[in-house]
């Protein structure tokens, strides 16, 4: 398994852009497909986006698409969420996860952050 520490959520206005980090810990982090997932208030967490070890796949959730884009680099140890566009709809905690062969479900994820808020008032 492999620890993992998001950040980069915060406050921002409807339309506008932040940044998520997940930075992993050990060496075996590009053997790793990444996820992100995000639990709005009341809601169960729900998939967002995932990228292959080798950053040759992407999938994001309809939702997202267009808007949200999931990058990673090896070398540091990092995957990224960039969010434009955003949404009141858009607010939740977003958790990165580890999974040896990735997919869309919870199920295929064994490593899990903390969560980092994301908030776009209405």
């Known amino acids: 398994q492999v620890q993992l520490v998001e950040s980069g959520g915060g406050l921002v206005q409807a339309g506008g852009s932040l940044r998520l980090s997940c930075a992993a810990s050990g060496r075996t982090f590009s053997r790793y497909a990444m996820g992100w997932f995000r639990q709005a208030p009341g809601k169960e967490r729900e998939f967002v986006a995932t990228i292959s070890w080798s950053s040759g796949f992407t999938y994001y959730t309809d939702s997202v698409k267009g808007r949200f884009t999931i990058s990673r680099d090896n070398a540091k140890n990092t995957v990224y969420l960039q969010m434009n566009s955003l949404k009141p709809d858009d607010t939740a905690v977003y958790y990165c996860?580890?999974?040896?062969?990735?997919?869309?479900?919870?199920?295929?994820?064994?490593?899990w952050g903390q969560g980092t808020q994301v908030t776009v008032p209405s």
């Open positions: 996860a580890a999974g040896e062969s990735g997919g869309t479900s919870e199920a295929d994820f064994g490593s």
